[in-house]
């Protein structure tokens, strides 16, 4: 009978204890400032060129429709105008246009018009016309009369704040060239000029913004960055003793193109190895040439599908003769790399600016005892998109450009950034590890779009 009493009680307690490992479960999911993400298995499929139109018109005329009038509304502009000449086309003025479009031929005049029930007409004055979503207002030859038809359309309207891509901090924001901008004056009437204000918040907060449309082909595009990067880095790509890295670099980018997928820069991929300087000061550690056993790889890519760039960064290992698995002390320095990316993203809140973040993550890495070096940015239709700069790698003050734009929620960004960590294994050598990984910041927390590298790609 005590036997069973105490059997029962132990039973009793198992399960209170059980049910409370639960609950402490459940609330630190619950109160992650970060979600790992789903990570897409294989290779995803992309669609022909032809297939992409009518996804990328879809997600446009969504953006135009529901997302413009809301940036105009809350950035106080009336009028926007995106001007743009063939061969000189504005930095947003692809992010605007439906698909196929090539250029702005020969120049192409878009106005966006806030109207009192808060909706935007979508206007064109062009002699090659867009068609849906915009409507045309203008057609013909004379390049002189189709300015003069941009002046009374503006001047039929009478917005009181007309927007223009002017700006000395957003490259993004400054596509406006000084031609243009002469004839837009010599056409506007003189009590209308001073209306002319900048519109760079409106720019930054278009191009940051990502709806949920974009949202749910977005990881998508991240995994295949990131399945690429996982065929690099194995023996199908490496043959140790063999392969450089400038071969692995450039089999990134066949590979992206093959698929017809652009890529925004040229794939990096270098090496550390043992017995080679990386100081704890470094900068940047690592160098290229032919691989070999007991390398630690490094890759740096980004590509641009259905208009959306990602940016990835990610590590490997090449196996020694007889090794099976990764060394420990290399396995421990991925685990501190994932240690830095939580105490970056736990700094994540709407409102807070980039300087805000750069600096809170610093000090919680230097009160963990982490030697790191933070460069995140925003990603989007750029692969280095404007928004808040959480730190640069070669400036950690915290002042860069961008640095005092606040967080928004359903943006988009590359947690990027390196620690530094001794390698037993080494004798005690210096190792970087630079990891960046695709995230979205949905107003509450960080999702990793496709996961992140927690364990070493193994070239075996």
């Known amino acids: 009978m005590r036997q069973s009493r105490w059997s029962l009680a132990k039973m009793r307690y198992c ?79 692809f992010t605007l246009v439906p698909q196929p479009t090539f250029a702005a031929r020969r120049t192409t005049l878009l106005a966006f018009h806030r109207k009192a029930d808060g909706s935007v007409d979508r206007l064109v004055v062009n002699r090659y016309p867009l068609g849906e979503p915009y409507t ?24 009181r704040r007309i927007g223009i891509n002017q700006s000395r901090q ?30 760079q918040d409106l720019v930054v907060r278009w191009t940051e913004t990502r709806t949920a449309a974009e949202q749910a082909v977005y990881p998508h595009i991240v995994a295949l960055a990131r399945s690429v990067v996982a065929d690099a880095f194995s023996s199908s790509v490496i043959t140790p003793g063999v ?5 692995v670099a450039w089999y990134i980018r066949g590979r992206y193109e093959a698929l017809g997928l652009p890529v925004w820069f040229m794939p990096d ?17 690592g160098g290229q040439g032919v691989i070999e056993p007991g390398d630690v790889l490094h890759t740096d890519v980004g590509l641009c599908y259905l208009k959306l760039c990602t940016d990835t960064q990610e590590m490997g290992y090449v ?8 060394p420990r002390g290399l396995r421990e320095a991925l685990a501190t790399g994932n240690r830095w990316q939580d105490l970056l993203v736990a700094q994540f809140r709407t409102g807070s600016t980039g300087s805000e973040i ?20 925003p990603i989007g239709f750029f692969g280095h998109a404007a928004g808040p700069t959480i730190g640069m790698w070669d400036d950690q003050s915290g002042l860069a450009d961008g640095g005092q734009w606040p967080l928004h929620p359903d943006t988009a960004y590359a947690i990027e950034g390196n620690i530094k960590a001794q390698v037993p294994e080494w004798n005690g050598q210096w190792v970087q590890v630079k990891l960046e990984q695709s995230a979205l910041f949905d107003g509450r927390r960080v999702h990793y779009l496709a996961g992140r590298q927690t364990a070493w790609h193994v070239v075996r």
């Open 269 to 285: 991929v270098n090496l550390q190895r043992a017995g080679q300087a990386c100081d704890r000061d470094s900068p940047f550690c």
């Open 319 to 326: 196996l020694r003769l007889g090794e099976t698995e990764v």
């Open 243 to 247: 392969t450089t890295t400038d071969d």
């Open 15 to 93: 399960v209170v204890f059980a049910t409370c490992l639960l609950v402490f479960a459940t609330t630190c999911t619950t109160a992650a400032p970060f979600d790992q993400g789903r990570v897409l298995q294989g290779e995803p499929a992309v669609l022909p060129a032809r297939e992409r139109v009518a996804v990328e018109n879809r997600i446009l005329t969504e953006r135009l429709q529901t997302l413009l009038p809301e940036l105009m509304a809350e950035t106080d502009i009336d009028m926007w105008l995106v001007l743009s000449r063939e061969y000189a086309e504005d930095p947003v003025y």
């Open 136 to 159: 045309s207002v203008w057609s013909g030859g004379d390049l002189d009369a189709q300015w003069r038809a941009l002046g009374k359309l503006i001047e039929e309207r009478q917005p």
């Open 170 to 199: 957003w490259a993004i924001a400054d596509g406006l060239s000084k031609s243009l901008h002469e004839r837009l004056l010599e056409v506007l009437p003189e009590d209308y000029r001073s209306r002319l204000v900048s519109a």
């Open 358 to 377: 750069l600096a809170a993550t610093r000090a919680a890495a230097s009160k963990a005892g982490i030697e790191s070096s933070t460069y995140s940015h």
